[in-house]
């Protein structure tokens, strides 16, 4: 199995996207670990699903 490059780490305050290729992280800090999201960005990495996602994500913030 290759290594992903994107993973969820836990920080304080819930969980941020590390970007393995980039070394940096990617979007916003999640409360909940964003597991469909990861999944999409590491597998087939549909841009309308991804936004979608991260919408979904935006609106649990509040």
Not at 4 to 26: F, H, L, S
Not at 36 to 46: F, I, Q, S
């Amino acid at each position: 199995m290759s290594r992903r490059r994107y993973v969820a780490r836990g920080v304080p305050g819930g969980y941020r996207i590390w970007d393995n290729r980039g070394r940096r992280w990617w979007g916003d800090l999640y409360e909940l670990c964003p597991d469909d999201l990861l999944a999409e960005l590491n597998g087939e990495a549909d841009q309308p699903r991804i936004t979608l996602l991260l919408k979904h994500y935006r609106v649990q913030k509040r």
